[in-house]
């Protein structure tokens, strides 16, 4: 039944249980954009003491997600890349994914990951499949 | 001081908190090699309920962690790209990880995500940066 | 009208100006696989005295191509990625993709570039893209 | 000995015999950027009658090798990828490197490439590797 808004999008990925197990959290979406942070705990380091590159992805895939869904189709992801450019170490992580193409079946995004200090992370780059069928919330 | 074999890896790969967060642990390595498995529970599932992206790709990215530290030089991951073929759903998920290439700076690495089948989950490939530096784990 | 074989992806490929442009060849193909060779010529260097990075991929593309045309869907290229990992210098270029994944939308292949004394110099991963419309080839 | 201008950047990839071959020509770069363009011909096409997606790779990487070289380093592309986004038909394509991360051994670049109605064909992500040897153009 059409886009999604922050509130439905919000509402959507309340039930991605892995996104909450590592405390990654949607904070805005809808259009084909897509907004995500993670506060860094020590459990989100590797054995360097900085932030896991899994965790990393995780976070850009998050927003990513939230992106290639919120034009309402249920949205599947085909592949994604990521560039690890520099380490995060303290504070907030936040990833921002944008939409770079959209056709019926296929979309691609480009995910910044920035800190607290506004320097770039990571970039990650997702291309997703579209299925006809729509998110049916209610 | 060169090689790491499978038990110094494993201690070596003790203090990745995320990957013990999330209950990926590493199972073999040596030689350019690295595996890694994620017994499945809820937590690793999204909204669809399926294996998380996120989930699948910090497994591989572990395997190549492992492969890429393996000849005792230290190693940082560069870019990693993921492509998800099948979905994740119950049981164990293992990820094996072996070297394409390896000069003295540059290595390179394909890592293969299966089930319990033996069915191909998902490809990863990654890039690696290896430093002069070598582990010292005394 | 089904699966191409090797006959019949020549005669398709037969159309395909840029490869025959730069001497690329299609020297095998059929059930997801796809096999091109290059001669090296001046004209194929870039200003190291190497093989261009481009002309290397449009080799890989080439064999990607025939593979995931194979089937009898016509198939475009949605993503691909390559790893330079030895410069090619004289003689005869092979590519060879293989199909890791096929489903009825979406398939994935890899492809190895080597040179005459079977050393690799190249991997490259494609996404495609299947199209219901069968090639007619009459 | 220090960056290179676009006039000194035209010289050295004047040696670029594939970019020459296909038509391909740097039209500005230095800092960081890089710009190329290719007028389409016939010869560019492939089977389906539009640009080959090898041809349109390898305008972007000569975008990319003039956006990496520009600091005066020599610099030689460990990985790239590219997604095609849409067909390009007839007219002039450009394609642009922007530096997107630049340290002592390694630099990520985005290329955008675009047609003759600034419609976005292609976009290209590549990771290059920065040798201490410095071009040297007398």
């Known amino acids: 039944m059409g886009s999604l808004d922050f509130p439905a999008l919000k509402k959507l990925f309340r039930n991605d249980r892995f996104a909450e197990f590592i405390g990654a959290e949607v904070v805005a979406g809808g259009g ?3 907004k995500a942070r993670l506060e860094i705990h ?3 380091l590797n054995g360097l003491g900085i932030v896991q590159g899994g965790a990393v ?3 850009a895939d998050l927003a990513f997600a939230v992106a290639c869904n919120s034009h309402g189709n249920k949205a599947v992801g085909l592949n994604a890349s990521i560039n690890w ?3 995060g170490l303290t504070g907030v992580l936040q990833a921002e ?3 770079v193409s959209c056709t019926r079946r296929i979309a691609t995004y480009e995910v910044l990951v920035t800190d ?3 320097e770039l992370l990571a970039t990650f780059h997702g291309t997703a499949y579209r299925k006809d ?4 919330l209610n």
Chains 1, 2, 3, 4 share one sequence.
């Open 32 to 34: 084909g954009m897509g």
């Open 42 to 44: 020590t459990h989100h």
């Open 57 to 59: 992805f995780t976070l």
């Open 85 to 87: 450019l520099r380490p």
């Open 97 to 99: 994914a944008r939409e």
């Open 116 to 118: 607290d200090a506004g």
């Open 133 to 136: 069928e729509q998110w049916d």
